[in-house]
């Protein structure tokens, strides 16, 4: 009996110590207002995600929601440089989810294999009138 507590003690220390580096592979690099830019006027800002998607995904996609009082969600799939915009938002702060879904072809022959979420982030922003928010996301 006591095997089965120290057991169950230690699997969910584990689980929770996995939990906590779930999101460790993504980070915020930094981020910067700018103003004006495509989707901003006198009532409206926009935001940017820039960020690159490593080349050993065989297969990659991001999505970025925006929750609260708007819900909107974008996606991009693929390696490399990408890129996702929001414009015509109104101002406001609001929190937003960053997905990452791959398939991690460094060990080969993967063909046909779902996409898995790896790595996921939320975060809180704030979107200005006439301005566009621009934040660089680091993926590891």
Known sequence: MNFLK???IGF???ALLLLSCHDDD???LDSEYIVGGIGTSK???AVEFNFTIP???SSA???IDFVGNISVR???YGNGDKQLKFPDLSSG???YTFEFWAIDNSIGNLENSPLGILLAITETLEVRQGKTLKIRIAID
Do not use: C, L, M, Q
Request: net charge positive; no cysteine.
């Open 55 to 57: 080349e050993n995904y």
């Open 93 to 95: 702060i609001f929190n």
């Open 26 to 28: 993504i980070k915020i």
């Open 43 to 45: 009532n409206t800002g």
């Open 61 to 63: 996609r991001v999505g």
């Open 74 to 76: 974008r996606e991009v």
């Open 6 to 8: 120290y057991f169950k």
């Open 12 to 14: 969910i220390g584990i």
